[in-house]
């Protein structure tokens, strides 16, 4: 074959060739543009609509100023909307991540501290759906480097995603362990669940892959594995997915927390990790919360109500207790155990529950400050607590707790408990009316309670002044060395009475003892032994609390005689 037809078939190949690559090339700028240009869109739009939900947000606000009937209602709305920017921001991660454009920024703290933190944020999701959910930190604690909003951004989306993907009364699990050298973590977040065909594993962390959300009557974006994907990959770290049909799924995520992995413009040496930041999975949770001290459920006005204390920090947590219990007590919320004091000094409770882990005073020197008034040492408590271990419950058995609940637990399951310390408190105030007219001898085998000490103390008193007709509530919380509003709250809880029923029912007792003793008495003498200057009124109330008059009580005796 001549030369030039071989130079001439090989000049037009080559110009193909070149076709072809320009072809592409133009084609993959084209893709790129349209991809820019459908990231800007993606961001403007999300600008976009930020704006007008903080124009909702802020006449939420002006409505609750000015109708404050509809708080619930007004609580509802703040949380939904926090919930939706939380996801618009979440797309504009996803943006910059696509766009290069996400940045770290790692500062220095307690990571393992953090984590748990994080993590409790999830509780009342899974709670909702009433699963079991652990946490598990090894060890509890670690310094390292980690950047916060990454990290709390990863951890949210494994445990929102294994919330979606279970059933009811599933189980989920976020366990945080080191390596022997302390340079890493690894963080397993487990579930229940469906689990994931294999064939669908590869195409998981792709974006906008939604899987079967139809078939699991769940909302997917599929934004948030593949934004977590790119999360872990901008923190050096390896992400994977295990997963089999009907037994659950398990992603494992291994990050390095040494500061010599990042970049010197990666790392914040000035800042450390500011736990005294609220973590919650609802941004900015604290404008909504309510005033600590108000009286916040409908029956307010009901003094018949039993009086709750919540002691939460997690304010999701504290809002969800406090909305689900308002219904049946009136009941009071704090964030810690310091604020959780002012309001037991302040208010007259029946009960109190409190986190045991919490910032300024836990919930352990909570209740040792308690349990060691006697002001208040009346008080039952319940403890709730992460940790599992006995050794936890034996330390809030010994602080003087009455009661001690796992996280995570079931609303119903507090109420229970709830409930099981008002029947018996009903029962120790039958008791007690019974017994008011009558010493309490201790007895050998069984030790005096502090209530059991402090009734005798009234009674002693009582018996004392018996006959003075102007020995009152103020006299005796002086003879108590308590103040009258102290002696009140304390009495009332422990007898049901106030203090002047519970006098006048010292009072009466006494005198159908002093009439049995000596049915010839006259009711005016019956009436002046115990402190009534008036016969008529003092049968008036002896026929109230015995129905009969104490001259017919008088007679009967004298009958049988």
């Known amino acids: 074959m001549d030369y030039r037809i071989l130079l001439a078939l090989a000049i037009m ?23 820019t240009q459908l990231n800007a869109i993606f961001t403007n739009i999300t600008h976009e609509l930020l704006t007008p939900l903080t124009v909702i947000s802020a006449s939420v606000d002006k409505l609750r100023e000015e109708e404050p ?15 939706m920017v939380r996801l618009l921001q979440q797309i504009l991660e996803a943006s910059k991540s696509e766009a290069g454009e996400l940045k770290l920024l790692v500062t220095q703290g307690d990571v393992m501290r953090y984590i748990r933190e994080t993590a409790e944020c999830l509780e ?22 980690i950047d916060t909003d990454k990290l709390d951004k990863i951890i949210y989306n494994l445990l929102s995603n294994a919330a979606k993907y279970s059933s009811e009364n599933g189980e989920v699990s976020i366990k945080a362990t080191t390596n022997y050298t302390y340079d890493h973590i690894r963080i397993v977040v487990s579930d229940t669940g469906v689990g994931i065909p294999s064939d669908k594993l590869q195409h998981l962390f792709e974006r906008f892959y939604v899987g079967d959300f139809r078939e699991q009557r769940t909302i997917g974006t599929g934004v948030g594995l593949a934004l977590t994907r790119d999360l872990v990959y901008l923190n050096q770290g390896t992400i994977d997915c295990q997963s089999e049909l009907g037994k659950g799924t398990t992603f494992t995520v291994t990050l390095p927390i040494y500061k010599e992995a990042f970049k010197p413009e990666q790392i914040d040496e000035e800042h450390k990790i500011d736990f005294n930041i609220p973590k919650n999975t609802i941004v900015d949770f604290q404008s909504i919360v309510p005033d600590i001290n108000a009286d916040t459920d409908n029956n307010s006005d009901n003094d018949n109500n039993y009086k709750l204390l919540i002691v939460e ?10 909305q689900l219990l308002k219904t049946y007590y009136r009941v009071y919320i704090a964030k810690n155990g310091a604020e959780a004091l002012k309001i037991v000094q302040t208010k007259a409770l029946d009960l109190i529950v409190s986190d045991v882990m919490m910032p300024e005073m836990d919930g352990l020197e909570l209740t040792r400050t ?8 009346h008080l039952p408590i319940i403890l709730l607590t992460a940790k599992t271990n006995e050794e936890d419950e034996e330390q809030a058995l010994e602080a003087g707790a009455d009661e001690f609940l796992t996280k995570p637990f079931r609303l119903k399951d507090l109420k229970l408990r709830i409930d099981n310390i008002i029947e018996n408190r009903k029962r120790i105030q039958i008791e007690s009316s019974q017994e008011a007219g009558e010493e309490v001898r201790p007895k050998v085998a069984k030790p005096l309670t502090p209530e059991e000490i402090f009734v005798n103390r009234v009674l002693e008193f009582v018996h004392q002044h018996l006959a003075d007709e102007d020995y009152d509530r103020d006299a005796l919380a002086a003879d108590m060395g308590a103040s009258a509003s102290t002696l009140y709250n304390k009495l009332k809880a422990i007898t049901g009475m106030n203090v002047s029923a519970f006098i006048r029912d010292v009072r009466m007792k006494e005198a159908r003892r002093m009439a049995e003793e000596d049915p010839t008495l006259r009711v005016s003498d019956l009436a002046y032994s115990v402190g009534f200057h008036d016969p008529r009124y003092f049968s008036t109330c002896f026929k109230k609390q015995f129905g009969i008059q104490p001259k017919e009580f008088l007679d009967s005796l004298l009958q049988k005689s």
């Open 124 to 145: 009342p999701l899974l709670l909702k759906k009433k699963m079991k959910f652990t946490i598990t930190c090894q060890p509890e604690s670690m310094m390292g480097w």
């Open 13 to 35: 190949a080559m110009m193909i060739i070149f076709f072809l690559l320009g072809r592409n090339a133009y084609l993959r700028s084209i893709r790129l543009r349209e991809r």
């Open 370 to 377: 308690i349990k060691g008034d006697t002001n208040y040492n």
């Open 313 to 322: 920090d997690n304010l999701e947590l504290l809002m969800l207790m406090q």
């Open 69 to 83: 009937d509809y708080s619930h209602d007004y609580d509802l709305m703040q949380v939904n909307i926090q919930r």
